[in-house]
């Protein structure tokens, strides 16, 4: 059934501008001069939210929902970043006092700044959490 622009405008107020189910992911970086940085917040979920959240300033950021699949030792100081962004985020915790969050692992090998041809790998250290959900859409 077609909706008027004036209803679709009325009701759109109310619902999300973007939402995304992307990955969170804790990174570690290894630079090729022994430098190490740790538990970098990474991952497309985060990218694509922190992206939006540049151009929605204000009540608009509510605007931009998101969840992450973290275990219950998920950082507290990253999840306190998190939400001064004032998005709608959800964060699931899941069982298992160990589990902080997917985890990844970035080395970089060459020279810095351009220097003798850099390179990265990356892998991950743990396996994403992930879940299987059930959509339901309806026109």
């Given at each position: ?7 679709w405008?009325t ?11 992307g ?9 090729p ?20 959240r540049?151009?929605?300033?204000g ?14 030792a ?10 001064s962004w004032?998005t ?6 899941s069982a ?6 997917t ?12 220097e ?15 879940c ?5 859409y309806?026109c």
């Amino acid at each position: 059934m077609a909706q008027t622009l004036e209803k679709w405008q009325t009701d759109f107020e109310d619902k999300p501008l973007l939402t995304t189910l992307g990955m969170c992911v804790l990174d570690d970086l290894y630079f090729p001069d022994g430098e190490i940085k740790s538990r970098v917040l990474g991952g497309s979920g985060v990218y694509s939210i922190l992206g939006a959240r540049l151009f929605l300033q204000g009540e608009n950021a509510q605007k931009l929902s998101w969840l992450i699949r973290a275990g219950n030792a998920f950082p507290k100081e990253i999840e306190d970043r998190l939400r001064s962004w004032s998005t709608d985020l959800v964060i699931e915790k899941s069982a298992g006092d160990r589990v902080e969050c997917t985890r990844g692992e970035l080395r970089y090998s060459g020279g810095l700044n351009g220097e003798g041809g850099e390179s990265m790998e990356f892998e991950f250290e743990d396996y994403p959490l992930l879940c299987l959900w059930k959509l339901e859409y309806s026109c």
